[in-house]
């Protein structure tokens, strides 16, 4: 019996996931009858979401990037303000270039308990003073306009946010997207690999140069066991090969 590992590897963080499957023969170690609750798949379907975005936002966005929320002055419907917004990223778009920079972008929009606003995380490259003037459908003050930080732990708890505030949004069919990104964005690189062995280990060990931050043992939603674990650099760069042979 085998299992699967997916590793994600990107400056300076490394996460690794082990899991069973039953195309590789594994058993499951829940009742075979286990079916997840409606909240329960709701929950990893969040955390899938969360895990995709949160890693790519490491991936494409730095210190110093910034973190926007756009309001309006004049309450828009849910309809217009999606071409409000729209049409705001194309004028940035052309800003950017005639500076010789390409924009890249990320952005979700809430309208449920609060007014219309949109959340946008974009590469550096403009002012404050500059983005009010392309956006003029409301000011934006230096509350709504921070400097991203470009930590990992910075990346997860935006994308935390962003998920959360689109939720509603998604559940209600307003939108299919949970955040709509740029095309430019780079794409987290994942390795998998098929591992011959019945079982890993309960407390793995960290990549030379690295600690490991985040253990965890549990199961899948078909009741499969999994592991996931993540290891911060400490100093050193560890390449794939160190990775794959620890």
Not at 62 to 90: H, S
Not at 175 to 186: A, M, P, T
Not at 202 to 210: A, Q, R
Request: charged share 35%; hydrophobic share 30%.
């Amino acid at each position: 019996m085998a299992y699967r590992e997916e590793i994600f590897q990107a400056k300076g963080i490394i996460e690794r996931r082990k899991y069973h499957t039953c195309r590789l023969g594994g058993r499951k170690e829940r009742l075979p009858n286990y079916r997840p609750s409606t909240e329960k798949t709701q929950e990893w379907n969040l955390k899938r979401a969360e895990k995709k975005l949160y890693r790519t936002i490491f991936c494409n966005f730095n210190r110093d990037d910034l973190y926007v929320t756009l309001t309006y002055k004049d309450e828009p419907t849910y309809e217009q303000a999606k071409k409000n917004i729209t049409n705001f990223i194309r004028r940035l778009k052309r800003r950017y270039k005639k500076q010789g920079k390409e924009l890249r972008y990320i952005y979700t929009t809430e309208y449920r308990g609060k007014r219309i606003h949109h959340h946008l995380l974009i590469n550096a490259g403009i002012t404050r003073a500059e983005i009010n003037n392309v956006w003029g459908l409301g000011l934006i003050s230096h509350f709504a306009f921070q400097y991203y930080d470009g930590n990992f732990d910075d990346a997860k708890r935006l994308a935390s946010y962003f998920i959360k505030e689109s939720q509603r949004n998604v559940r209600e069919g307003k939108q299919k997207l949970r955040w709509v990104g740029s095309k430019n964005l780079i794409q987290p690189k994942i390795h998998y690999r098929t591992i011959q062995s019945r079982h890993w280990k309960e407390e793995p060990k960290s990549p030379k140069g690295y600690v490991r931050t985040e253990l965890i043992n549990g199961y899948t939603d078909e009741g499969y066991r999994y592991q996931f674990a993540r290891y911060i650099r400490v100093e050193n760069f560890t390449d794939w090969k160190q990775v794959l042979d620890e």
